[in-house]
């Protein structure tokens, strides 16, 4: 089995409030209107050594607004922004919530840890109690996750594209089988035999399995990718990354659809990051509807700096980025 002698370094909480955040650090989180992303209650109980820092994404999903002794603007395309955020940090701690907060702006802050071996990041995620259910479920899509799609492009950070057309889609499922066959007709797969999805088993919940394949049963009957179906705990980043890993050194070259769960889009991510030159991330930017899920669940954080491939070459000192900032301002 793939996952023998592999490390799951993970932590799981029966709720927030029993998470243990290390004094000296600093939480960064995005709020939304789902309960799982109120962190209310954790904020009034922390320790005062513990910065908590919300960030505030754009519309258009290209930059942040963050609030320090003044606010600041971060473009999320731009690595010397980004750079210049963290700058403001003398902590080497960090906890990203990415419950609350898109792709488009947790995904390109992973690239800028995966470049800092001297910084501690841990990704933090909330499962939802429940999913929000549609009054009319259509086409075996049974809840209201999306009110609808932007469309097939770059996530922040993430913009390399595979040439060659030798390379397999593996599409991470969740209930919206819409998504998998907009991005499946886009990316267009040279066979059938190239598509390899991957379902998240168990579940948040037992049942989850079942809705994911109902949901995607047109397109995966349709592709006959249904025969290469691969299945990962739904909540572990870990499991997730090495059977990706698995099906790349077997593969050679992956596109990678995340429109699953959020701990298997950030294995997807970190592989992207590993890999630059044989992974591309292919994603549609959905628009999430208001109320999508009820409630919170388990906590899980994920020690992802064990994933990293650090480059050294081109590790980044933050200490003489702050020093240059000092200097801007004499």
């Given amino acids: ?3 023998i002698d592999r490390p799951i370094i993970t932590k799981t909480y029966n709720n927030l409030e029993s998470i243990e955040i290390e004094n000296d650090s600093v939480y960064l989180y995005g709020q939304s209107l789902e309960d799982r ?6 904020i009034q109980t922390a320790s005062k050594n513990i910065k908590y820092i919300k960030l505030n994404i754009n519309n258009e999903e290209t930059t942040l607004s963050v609030h320090l002794k003044e606010i600041l603007t971060v473009n999320l395309n731009d690595e010397n922004s980004i750079n210049n955020f963290f700058s403001h940090f003398q902590e080497k701690n960090f906890y990203l919530d990415i419950t609350g907060l898109t792709h488009s702006a947790w995904a390109p802050l992973i690239k800028f840890f995966s470049k800092h071996n001297e910084l501690s990041i841990k990704v933090i995620y909330i499962e939802p109690s429940s999913y ?3 009054l009319a479920p259509l086409d075996n899509e049974f809840y209201n996750l999306s009110s609808h799609i932007k469309g097939v492009a770059p996530v922040n950070g993430f913009h390399t594209l595979i040439d060659s057309d030798e390379f397999t889609f593996v ?3 969740g209930f919206e089988g819409a998504r998998f066959n907009l ?3 886009t990316v267009e797969p040279k066979s059938k035999d190239s598509i390899i999805p991957l379902v998240g088993l168990p579940g948040f919940e037992p049942w989850y399995v079942f809705e994911t394949i109902r949901g995607n049963r047109q397109i995966l009957k349709i592709t006959e ?3 290469w179906i691969d299945y990962i705990p739904s909540d572990c980043t870990f499991s997730c990354y090495y059977k990706l890993e698995e099906i790349l050194n077997i593969k050679k070259n992956l596109k990678v659809a995340p429109i699953g769960t959020k701990p298997h889009a950030l294995a997807a991510f970190i592989l992207a990051l590993n890999y630059p030159n044989n992974v591309e991330i292919v994603y549609d930017h959905p628009i999430r509807t208001s109320k999508r899920t009820d409630g919170a669940s388990k906590v899980h954080v994920y020690d992802i700096k064990h994933l990293f491939r650090y480059p ?3 590790n980044l000192n933050l200490a003489d980025r702050r020093r240059e900032r000092r200097e801007r301002r004499t």
């Fill in 37 to 42: 992303a109120d962190i209310s209650t954790l």
């Fill in 225 to 227: 990718s249904y025969q």
């Fill in 312 to 314: 050294p070459s081109i």
């Fill in 1 to 3: 089995m793939y996952l």
């Fill in 171 to 173: 599409p991470l499922l």
């Fill in 132 to 134: 929000s259910r549609k």
């Fill in 183 to 185: 991005i499946n007709n």
